[in-house]
């Protein structure tokens, strides 16, 4: 395996995590359970877990949520170990990695949220048509190696017949900062982004929205919360409320307007205005973004498995039965 996640079995620090997004501490919180959530990243790619919080979904679960940006998969992880964190938000990869390198206490995941990626391609330029051949020779920039955005673009062109080794794919701009890199620099003719950066450059005449990363890999299992198989052995109860919460999450989004949805989770994204939020959101229910349920199907895991042997991440299989429950998303069901 080319990613090495050994640094998620040795790191035991203590993260400074500075970016505490979204608490769900409405009222007197003295009867709630306490749980710190570790995100890979807050973005209105999730907008169903920020309508279970300004709906108070997990406080009528009984939770008192602490939500976390961790900015990354192996900060997630890393929090995960250390004990800052109780229940981890990214994608499943990670989890095999750190299954993989045999660690015991590894992680499980017990609910999926999103079932396409997230991500957009934008052009530097604007075309009547695009094709996916249209990258050789090109300069696009991507993701870290071993993530799953960079793992599904590189699906997609080989899906389309393209050797990834034909574009010169820059991984070495820190996810986040990619966008602002597309602007300050013309060395680059594409970037992958997901929102709201690829509205944003939109919108600012800097870039043109040209493809969906989920429409064209199809359906993947692109994010799904886990928690350490030894919390999850002695908190059943939480994990199961917190499971409940997503699912309301969830059936909100799917049963509501882009308009509706924006008003709920316009306290997280105070930056963007509601226009924005609108059109982002639309954008994601167009390509049926969010899952029905939270269940993790075997399927799906098989198909992760598949892109990471493709993307030359994974030398052995894991077992479906070890790193994912459906229990508490079935339990979940209205």
Same mark, same amino acid.
């Given at each position: 395996?080319?990613?090495?996640? +050994? ?36 973005? $209105? ?7 279970? $919080? ?15 940006? +961790? ?7 890393? *929090? ?6 109780? $229940? ?127 429409? *064209? ?81 075997? +399927? ?6 598949? $892109? ?27």
């Amino acid at each position: 395996m080319k990613k090495k996640f +050994s640094l998620f079995l040795v790191l035991v620090l203590v993260l400074a995590f500075s970016q505490v997004t979204g608490c769900q501490n409405k009222g007197d919180a003295s009867d709630l359970t306490p749980v710190t959530l570790s995100e890979v990243a807050h973005s $209105i790619f999730y907008a169903p877990m920020y309508v279970a $919080i300004e709906k108070g979904y997990f406080k009528e679960e009984g939770i008192d949520l602490t939500l976390v940006n +961790s900015a990354g998969a192996d900060n997630v992880m890393t *929090a995960l170990i250390s004990g800052e964190a109780d $229940i981890g938000f990214m994608g499943s990869e990670a989890s095999i990695y750190v299954y993989a390198q045999g660690q015991e206490d590894y992680m499980v995941n017990f609910a999926q949220l999103t079932q396409r990626a997230g991500n957009f391609l934008v052009a530097r330029e604007n075309a009547e048509s695009f094709d996916w051949a249209d990258l050789r020779g090109k300069s696009v920039l991507g993701g870290r190696a071993g993530g799953m955005p960079q793992m599904v673009f590189e699906y997609i062109l080989k899906k389309n017949g393209i050797d990834p080794s034909e574009i010169q794919i820059d991984q070495s701009i820190a996810f986040g900062n990619t966008a602002a890199a597309f602007i300050g620099s013309d060395a680059y003719d594409y970037t992958v982004e997901f929102e709201p950066f690829a509205t944003s450059l939109e919108q600012e005449g800097e870039g043109y929205v040209i493809a969906s990363l989920g429409e *064209a890999s199809g359906y993947v299992p692109y994010t799904a919360y886990c928690a350490q198989k030894s919390y999850m052995e002695a908190n059943a109860e939480i994990i199961q409320k917190f499971t409940n919460a997503i699912q309301k999450g969830l059936d909100y989004v799917n049963s509501h307007s882009a308009e509706e949805i924006a008003k709920e989770i316009q306290p997280q994204f105070a930056e963007t205005s509601e226009e924005a939020l609108i059109a982002i959101i639309s954008r994601y229910q167009a390509q049926d973004t969010w899952k029905g349920d939270t269940v993790f199907e075997e +399927s799906s895991f098989t198909l992760l498995q598949n $892109i990471l042997e493709e993307a030359g991440e994974l030398t052995e299989r894991v077992p479906y039965q070890d790193l994912v429950t459906t229990k508490f998303s079935e339990a979940a069901l209205p």
